[in-house]
């Protein structure tokens, strides 16, 4: 199994500031998309083994996205760990409903990251 990851968010900086976590805890094979269309396209052409996912987004938000992924054998086993800044809990939880495994509140620590990184690469 690939150990990859993809980290989904529409801020640039959001994104090189988890992989640069993700880098510290050795995690070096680290891919990005700036949105949920940009992320299965990827997807199409590529294998991970996480995807941490913005909950917020243009063009296809994480939860549209996460509803596709589910809904396509491709994609449904692939763990995924919505990160939002998000405060309203029923999103939250609509994401838990659809699949998501585990969520991360923004901005992302180096120890929960981490514990998530270890959870599902193990």
Known sequence: MS???LVVDDHPIT???TIKILKQL???DVS???NGREALDFLAENT?????LDLSMPVMDGTEMLRQMKADDRFAQIPVVMVTAAVE???VDEALELGAASCLLKP???QPLSDVV???LA
């Open 48 to 52: 991970v083994a996480l995807i941490l």
């Open 3 to 5: 150990k990859k990851v």
């Open 118 to 120: 270890s959870r599902f």
């Open 26 to 28: 050795d995690i070096e």
């Open 108 to 110: 992302i620590a180096k």
């Open 15 to 17: 994104r090189q500031l």
């Open 32 to 34: 990005e998309a700036g």
């Open 89 to 91: 809990q029923y999103r």
